[in-house]
């Protein structure tokens, strides 16, 4: 459908309009990420793939993190992940998303059970 036959914005001209502050995210300039935090988020991403490999074979769909702040449990499929993190690295902020739609908390596991996962996996291919 053409841009121009669109049904008109029916919050146009609203000084009350919900997503005014929207427009304003786009319009901050994001702060540069320093040498470390760009160090650790080009290691972030690197581990991200091997873990990735590891578990999506097994099931895993992603990663669950929980959020200090709203204090629930966030899940990540593994392509969701990998692009907020080169956002961050690229654009030195991540944009809001849509959370994982109802996710089988089955199916996540967390950075740290990655982590010891790959280093068993490392553990025992160093073995033989």
């Known amino acids: 459908m053409p841009h121009d ?5 029916p919050f146009a001209d609203d ?7 929207l427009g304003s995210f ?4 994001a702060e540069q990420i320093d040498a470390q935090t760009r160090a650790d988020l080009l290691a972030d991403l690197s581990d991200l793939a091997v873990y990735q490999a590891l578990l999506e074979p097994r099931g895993i769909r992603g990663i669950v993190v929980d ?3 709203c204090e629930e449990p966030h899940y990540h499929d593994w392509h ?11 654009d030195g902020r991540m944009r809001p998303h849509e959370p994982a739609y109802d996710p089988d908390p089955a199916n996540y596991v967390s950075w740290d059970y990655c982590r010891g ?3 068993g996996v490392t553990a025992t291919e160093s073995a033989y």
């Open 26 to 29: 786009e319009d901050e300039p």
């Open 117 to 119: 996962f790959a280093d």
């Open 5 to 9: 036959v669109l049904p008109p914005d």
């Open 80 to 90: 969701l992940l990998r692009a907020s993190l080169e956002q961050l690295l690229s």
């Open 15 to 21: 000084p009350d309009d919900p997503a005014a502050g």
């Open 67 to 69: 959020c200090g702040e």
